[in-house]
């Protein structure tokens, strides 16, 4: 939680609006998803690969270079990944203040979403094994979306949807729960 940080030069504040807290992203969340992905793949490739090396003549020889470059391939991936991904990360941050929550991401493009506090009708909080270990997590509020027409499978039924802006990934999110619901309770 940041209250210091300025607000970006692209978000507009309301008059007598106040900035509460500014959250960030945080990193490891994204390392985590990476090293799960790449653990899924190699799972996944590891069987025919291996069946596919023990199959040729100079087994040994091949497997020793074929190994290094899987190794090569992967370190080199990862490192491209998390370089790219530390911009992407950087680049949101989330903004309450004391009338709505703003949602800011900069990473290729500009993306700028809103809910007004009196919006709000329910806060989901999602955290998985390894976000429960390094305290990191994400925090849903719901609101009331627009009747929209349903393209599949009926097209003239209308169903009704909800508004999600999610605050991804934030540090503390049981604490920030608690004091978004404070600024819901206060904006009522």
Known sequence: MIKSESVPKEVSLLSGENVVMILKRRYPSLITSIFGFLATLLALGSGSIIREISSMPNFGEFA???????????????AIVLFIGYFYVRGHLYILTNRRIILFRKFVTISIREVAYKEITDVIVNQGPIARI????????????????????YPYTKGSSLFRVSLRDVNQPCKTVGQLYQLIRSSK
């Not at 390094?134 to 499978?153: E, F, M, Q």
């Open 134 to 153: 390094l305290n990191y997590g994400s925090v849903t509020p719901l609101s009331p979306g627009v009747r929209i027409s349903h393209a599949l499978p």
């Open 64 to 78: 020793t270079y074929y190994l290094y470059g899987i190794v090569f391939f992967i370190v080199l991936t990862v």
